[in-house]
């Protein structure tokens, strides 16, 4: 062990730089090769052997010069000259417009310096960055038939909404008194818009065509309660499937604990180290029971297809997020007030009110607003408003479903809001 130390050691620093720049020139050259096998050599400008031609050229001329970098600067110039000319006879020869290989023969160049200055996260960042773009291109090409100018719209609305506003928003106190600012309340916005965003961009591209059980699960990132919602009045059409949509809202219901501990784990490290085991464990027995159903009362029939996202409101709606914003500051006066004047009774009884709504404007209150109380008592407020907002969601389902699945709503619901009151007392 202390020889084979000893000869590592030993090994010249340059050595192994130059092994680096050498073989990583030659993955990018080999990943070129690969992509234009089918368009025929003509059509680039040299092989592997060329990507690995020009990272070491890069290598030489930076360290035999490394204190102006004249030649570097120079053997760059002659470089970019010569692609030039490959590229405009390409456009005169095939009408091809294609930048991609010359861009990334600039950037082989650069290895050397971007190794020797940045750090070595950074150096395996851009390559790694640069091999699986290349590699991505079809798969680019696929997503882009997919966008339309709504989604562009979409994706300026998350920007203005969380690099925008957010930055300008002042971080004083609004209330005399009470620890609630401009920028605490769009922070909540913005955290809620994150994660409805992430669901929509997965029903939209990845699960476009999802069955009833996927919906369920990303419906439950979004919002569990409008999920249980919608999934309970598609149930009624489809009575040889009732169980399976029971199962759904069931994943729903999954989803939405693990939603709130990412709440908990971005406004209150100290709720979130107190929450965790529980919903974790609650999200695990919701997955269970959701699976139990699947297996025991799923009918053989074709497995239907369900799409929530034409039914669910746009999650970066300006009027959505103005709306939340509302919500967020009634609760969290009314949360503090009633801490306030009533104690953890009142707390009690508040957060049995904010499951007849959506409780995520509550919770982010209470995890946010560092009220002078018990994390525990914050964490058991937090489970009971789960627990008030999940017979809520029975409720719906079977107001709107058929009346025939009460039973089956009965048993799923009751196993998991028995659980979550039973595990409110070991808090």
Not at 101 to 111: P, R
């Amino acid at each position: 062990m202390v020889m084979n130390t000893l000869m590592l050691s030993n090994i010249p620093n340059e050595l192994v730089e130059f092994v680096m720049v050498t073989v990583f020139s030659l993955l990018i050259g080999l990943s070129q090769r690969k992509l234009h096998a089918v368009a025929g050599e003509s059509r680039l400008f040299g092989t592997d052997r060329t990507f690995t031609f020009i990272g070491i050229l890069g290598f030489v001329l930076y360290k035999v010069d490394n204190s102006y970098f004249t030649l570097f600067a120079g053997g760059g110039i002659i470089l970019a000259i010569l692609l030039s000319i490959f590229y405009f006879s390409k456009i005169r020869d095939f009408k091809d417009y294609g930048l991609t290989s010359i861009i990334i023969a600039l950037l082989t160049y650069c290895l050397t310096p971007l190794m020797l200055t940045q750090p070595m996260w950074l150096f395996l960042l851009v390559l790694v960055t640069v091999l699986i773009l290349a590699e991505m291109k079809q798969s680019l090409m696929t997503l882009t038939t997919k966008l339309d100018k709504e989604e562009f719209i979409t994706l300026g609305k998350f920007l203005f909404i969380a690099g925008v506003i957010l930055p300008m928003l002042p971080d004083t106190m609004i209330f005399t008194g009470i620890n609630l600012t401009a920028y605490k309340i769009w922070l909540a916005v913005v955290v809620i818009s994150t994660i409805s965003y992430f669901s929509y961009l997965l029903q939209k591209f990845v699960f476009r065509d999802s069955g009833i059980l996927v919906s369920g699960i990303l419906g439950g990132l979004y919002s569990s309660t409008a999920t249980t919602l919608i999934l309970a009045r598609k149930s009624k059409s489809n009575p040889d499937h009732e169980a399976t949509y029971i199962a759904a809202m069931l994943l729903a219901m999954a989803m939405m604990y693990g939603r709130i501990l990412i709440l908990a784990l971005v406004f209150s490290s100290l709720a979130f180290r107190m929450l965790w085991p529980w919903m974790l464990a609650m999200m695990m027995i919701s997955l269970l029971v959701a699976v139990g159903f699947t297996i025991r009362f799923k009918k053989k029939q074709p497995k239907p297809k369900v799409t929530l996202e034409k039914t669910s409101t746009n999650p970066l709606e300006f009027k959505v997020a103005l709306l939340f914003a509302f919500l967020y500051v009634v609760f969290f006066v009314a949360t503090y007030y009633t801490i306030q004047l009533f104690g953890s009774g009142g707390l009690t009884v508040l957060s049995l009110i904010s499951g007849l709504s959506d409780i995520d404007p509550f919770l982010i209150s209470l995890f946010q607003g560092k009220f002078l109380m018990d994390v525990n008592l914050i964490a058991s407020a937090a489970m009971l408003a789960i627990v008030s907002n999940n017979l809520v969601k029975m409720g719906y389902a079977m107001f709107f479903g058929r009346r025939s699945s009460w039973k089956l709503l009965w048993l799923g619901f009751g196993i998991i809001i028995t659980s979550n009151v039973v595990m409110i007392f070991f808090i």
